[in-house]
């Protein structure tokens, strides 16, 4: 048995909380498989969009202790005022709870943490999708140069310090290794040895979801109204006009097709993709069949999932979808929900291959509504295309089967070869390359002398520490 020092970014499941993100269900994924091959966990959150500890304060629906031995420790989001401080509080954990290995979870946000530690502690890093192709995603919204710079940082830590990495997709895997090798990490040391590993999406394969007290049936919408369900963040990805215009097309044609919206903006990172969506549905005939929730609790998110009859991911044709993965997907196939997807992700390709979806080109809304046609019109075959693609889903991508490669190294927990090398040499570059990218990643030190970066030796702040993103936040802008 190992203690494992796992950190992630809350919300997570098991809070009493009307907002749950990917990187909080990523966190778990983790979690719950280690728990279950006799490990003990130290699980320590940042709260996303929560700025300073006093505002930490967390309702469990389940306390942590009932999964087995999970110690969990909700510390604000970093930023630039407090990160010294939480760096401080996170070693004097390390110090305290002598964890055998690091897990970071979910976002960059806990793998750049992880990074700046003062720690000798082998490192698992998760990239949680590709920060390069979000960044760039995020760039039409946001227009600001200044985040790649930011970010290219950030990963370059996480790339140096990391000693096994974790990735969502296959795609995402050959990107990752291609980044290590710009790093200077594929060298004599590293040659032979796998350092990263595809952790797909999935679902907590111990539980299934059960139907309870309707809340839309009879209230918001008659009892053989088709409803259509987009839940989750509007994320930069999403192709919200393509979206739109499938389903306004629907309902032009059935006046029995309504679509459920639950979540909406993602507040501190993007508001605009769901802010555009509300403004073209204000602006349609069919305002009235929209129902936009808001934000619901878990449980509810389960009942009005099982309420609908067909799911939306609709992305935009961009690298981050090549590359990423969606996380609402693997929750409708275990909920036995029939999914229309464009054809973008590897999630979205392998239920193609399958026949376990409704699939379309990305950007044409003329077949998303003939596919939404067609589901309406043959509501058995649907059921049974759901039914396969659950059975698939407990098959395949539980988080017990895809966890596999992270609870198999964390039994014998090693550095990489070049880091370990790194610390017998007390720290000596290896090379040119070596000592371009440490002076990127880490500029706070004048020189380089061990693999073990310490935080900076000065506060960040600059100007704001309050800004919108949670990136101009973490950097004082």
């Known amino acids: 048995m190992k203690h494992v020092l796992l950190i992630g970014v809350g919300p997570l499941p098991f809070y009493e909380s009307d907002h749950l993100y990917g990187f909080g269900i990523r966190a778990w994924q983790f979690a719950l498989p280690l ?25 469990y629906q389940t306390y942590p202790s009932v999964f087995g031995p999970l110690e969990h420790i909700p510390l604000p989001e970093p930023n630039a005022r407090n990160m010294n401080v939480l760096l401080t509080r996170i070693e004097e954990i390390i110090r305290t709870h002598n964890p055998d290995v690091i897990v970071t979870a979910g976002s960059s946000i806990s793998s750049n943490l992880a990074a700046l530690l003062d720690t000798d502690l082998p490192i698992w890093m998760d990239m949680f999708g590709d920060l390069f192709a979000e960044v760039q995603a995020k760039s039409p919204f946001s227009r600001n140069d200044e985040e790649i710079d930011f970010f290219h940082r950030n990963l370059a830590r ?20 291609g980044q290590l090798g710009l790093m200077g990490r594929l060298n004599r040391y590293t040659l032979g040895e796998e350092m990263v590993w595809t952790i797909p999406c999935a679902m907590n394969g111990a539980i299934s979801p059960v139907k309870r007290r309707s809340i839309l049936r009879g209230d918001k919408v008659g009892s053989s109204d088709f409803l259509l369900l987009c839940s989750g963040g509007f994320n930069t990805w999403a192709d919200v006009d393509t979206l739109f215009s499938g389903i306004e097309g629907a309902m032009e044609k059935s006046n029995r097709v309504h679509c459920i919206v639950t979540g909406g903006q993602i507040k501190g990172h993007h508001e605009d993709g769901f802010n555009r969506f509300r403004t073209l549905i204000e602006k349609s005939p069919y305002e009235r069949r929209f129902h936009l929730l808001g934000w619901v609790s878990n449980q509810d998110v389960t009942q009005i999932t099982l309420e609908c009859n067909l799911g939306l991911n609709i992305d935009l044709p961009i690298y981050e979808s090549v590359l990423g993965s ?15 997807t464009t054809v973008t992700t590897e999630i979205s390709r392998i239920l193609e291959a399958h026949h376990l979806a409704l699939c379309a080109p990305p950007g044409n809304a003329k077949i998303i509504t003939s596919h939404i046609l067609d589901a309406l019109a043959h509501p058995h075959a649907m059921k049974k295309m759901a039914l396969d693609a659950k059975r698939f889903a407990y098959y395949n991508l539980t988080f017990e089967e895809t966890s596999q490669p992270l609870v198999r190294w964390v039994k014998n927990p090693v550095k990489a070869s070049d880091n370990g090398e790194r610390l017998i040499r007390n720290g000596q570059l290896f090379n040119q390359t070596d000592s371009f990218w440490h002076a990127w990643a880490f500029p706070e030190s004048e020189t380089i002398i061990d693999p073990t970066i310490p935080r900076p030796p000065k506060t960040l702040i600059r100007t704001r520490p309050q800004g919108k993103s949670w990136w101009r936040r973490l950097w004082g802008l």
Not at 159 to 177: K, T, W, Y
């Open 35 to 59: 728990l279950r091959a006799g490990n003990r966990i130290t699980l320590i959150t940042c709260e996303f969009g929560v700025t300073r500890e006093s505002s930490v304060q967390i309702r």
């Open 158 to 177: 996480v790339l140096l310090r990391g000693d096994r990495f974790s990735v969502v997709s296959e795609m995402q895997r050959g990107a990752a290794i």
């Open 326 to 340: 969606r996380n609402r997907m693997l929750y409708w196939m275990q909920c036995g929900l029939p999914i229309l």
